[in-house]
């Protein structure tokens, strides 16, 4: 079964965010009141798996093996839908 | 070894550069080099050459993070052959991209046995969250191994950096600890003294712990570095060039390198 997974790969807390500081100022810059910013990368994976548990432990694997380095990075793994399924 | 019998391999995937300038480099000094895609390096052909390099760039667009996607493809295509190279004493060079490369596949700075399974690094985003290309200045810190036997310890060395991801930052204040007892930073960067960074903008240029620019293996034949040296090779091209005058300063670490393969 198919199943939509997001993997949201993030710096983990107390790890320095050059991107998120010069998008904080930018913002700033623009009128906003806005403390810290911190910047994510968001992965919406299409994952083939026999239930929702098996594509979230897949897609945390591939957080291991890829999307995150362990050194810096954070990860947070979300089953969005099923394929074929609204509710 | 007689080095018209030794050969470089430089490998080259979409979005790596400077592959160019190192084959240059190497062919100056009488090493012939062959520069590869990695999907062309079958099974077993590492094995005819004694020195690889990972050259810089920009591989697979730096999507995911800078290295990650090929230091993986590495890990899945050349793994035993890459292995086995490393235990055979054999020199394998990262520059820029290539040291990304290199810490994303484990090989640096590497496990207890060769590769670790997961990095145990990272070239995180500059400090300065500005892509910092210019010169600077490094102070070498590894003569013993074959990359830096040319730069006594304390010499302080010119060449450029040109990259956005290049922090240095390791797993645990243990693995740094580590790096720094057991002589494998080989280089940091310095003020024009020879003094140092101590972080401090703009001499470290990124804000790389302990001002690392490089580090090598436990053995000392796997070097990967953020400045590039091939850049930094003829005299003409060397920052306020004016004339004739000697080589760079990034030719001493190729002139290693030929040092070491000569003794194979």
Redesign the interface.
């Known amino acids: 079964m198919m199943f939509l997974v997001k993997a949201e790969v993030g710096l983990k807390r107390g790890?320095?965010?050059?991107?998120g500081?010069?998008v904080a100022k930018s913002l700033r810059d623009l009128g906003f009141s806005v403390g810290s910013v911190r910047v994510s990368k968001a992965y919406t994976i299409e994952v083939d798996a026999r239930d929702a548990a098996e594509a979230k432990a897949l897609a945390e694997e591939m957080c291991?093996?890829?999307?995150a380095?362990?050194?810096?990075d954070d990860f947070m793994v979300e089953v969005l839908l099923i394929e074929g399924r609204t509710d | 070894m007689d080095l018209r019998k030794a050969r470089a391999c430089i490998l080259r995937v979409g979005g790596t550069n400077c592959d160019a300038e190192v084959r240059v480099a190497l062919e100056e000094l009488g090493l012939r080099s062959d520069v590869l895609h990695m999907n062309w390096l079958e099974k077993g052909r590492l094995s005819e050459y004694q020195l690889l390099v990972f050259p810089g760039g920009f591989s697979y667009g730096d999507y995911?993070?800078a290295g990650?996607?090929w230091g993986?493809k590495v890990l899945t295509r050349i793994r035993r052959d890459l292995e086995r190279f490393v235990e055979d004493g054999r020199l394998v060079m990262g520059i820029c991209n290539g040291f990304q490369v290199l810490v994303?596949a484990g090989v640096l700075p590497g496990g207890d046995g060769s590769f670790s399974t997961?990095?145990?690094?990272?070239l995180?985003?500059?400090?300065?969250?500005k892509y910092e290309c210019r010169w600077v200045f490094l102070r070498g810190e590894g003569s013993q191994t074959p990359f830096a036997r040319r730069v006594g310890n304390g010499e302080t060395l010119r060449v450029p950096v040109g990259h956005g991801e290049g922090r240095f930052?390791?797993?645990s204040e243990g693995v740094l600890q580590e790096l720094i007892r057991s002589n494998r930073v080989v280089f940091r960067y310095s003020r024009p003294s020879g003094e140092p960074a101590k972080g401090a903008y703009p001499f470290n240029p990124n804000?790389s712990s302990y001002d690392i620019a490089a580090i090598c293996n436990r053995d000392g034949n796997v070097m990967g570095m953020m400045p590039h040296p091939e850049r930094a090779f003829f005299g003409w091209q060397a920052v306020g060039y004016g004339g004739p005058q000697g080589p760079a300063d990034g030719r001493k670490i190729f002139e290693g390198i030929i040092d070491y393969i000569m003794e194979l």
């Open positions: 790890h320095f965010d050059p991107e500081d010069v291991r093996k890829l999307l380095n362990p050194t810096k | 995911v993070r990650a996607v993986k994303e997961t990095p145990r690094a990272v995180a985003n500059n400090k300065s969250a930052l390791s797993e804000g």
